[in-house]
């Protein structure tokens, strides 16, 4: 039985040894397939592909663009299992440079890579249509910059781990805004809360609460809250 199971894995065609199946794929155009069931079509140099080709998988998922020796680096379009796709440029089989990665989802970044990771200046577009323009660290907003929330609500500011920290101003559709500082997406430090009919809360905050006032004027009770800033 032990015997019957080992020879069918031999025999089986995605284990099949790795080999070129035409052309020259040594120095030149070829085909070859490797273990697994992953194939490459194009360029090869000193038998690793080299120059333009399309490196196809047996998850359904697919590289076409340039290689240098034997990795993704140049231009390229990578696409994913799940419908995923990068488009942009590559360094040692990573995304790296400028490069549009489109979500599964719908949601898409546009803007600089570093070692596979969203990082430098760019611009996330949210499936609700929300929008965050600025920059970018390890996959988060990190930094300067601003979102523009499906309600056409806008935090400008700081940002650490995607989440409004340090100094920014916020601003409502119905004219209500906050400007001062943050942590964690909420109002926290000194900071003043301008209501629609213009009044204002002004003083230190803590985790979205006023807990000292300053210059205070008549205020209606409702409150924006630091953390109803959704998107």
Partial sequence: MKTAIVLLILLSPVLVSA????????????????????????????????????????????????????????????????????????????????????????????GEFSYGQFTGQGTYTFPSGAKYVGSFMNDNFTGQGTMTYADGSTYTGNWVNSKPSGQGIAKKPDGSSYEGSWWDGKFDGRGILTMADDT???????????????????????SLGGSAWKY
């Fill in 19 to 110: 080999e070129c199946l035409q052309g020259n794929c040594q120095n030149g155009q070829g085909v070859f397939s490797y273990f697994g069931g992953m194939k490459y079509t194009g360029e090869f140099k000193d038998g690793k592909p080299d120059g333009q080709g399309t490196k196809t998988y047996a998850d359904g998922s697919a590289y076409t663009g340039q290689f240098k020796d034997g990795k993704f680096s140049g231009h390229g379009k990578k696409t994913f299992s799940d419908g995923a796709v990068y488009v942009g440029e590559f360094k040692n089989g990573r995304f790296f440079g400028k490069g549009t990665y489109t979500f599964a989802n719908g949601a898409v970044y546009t």
């Fill in 200 to 222: 204002k809360k002004e003083g230190f905050w803590k985790e979205g609460k006023l807990i000292k006032k300053e210059k205070t004027a008549p205020v209606q009770k409702r």
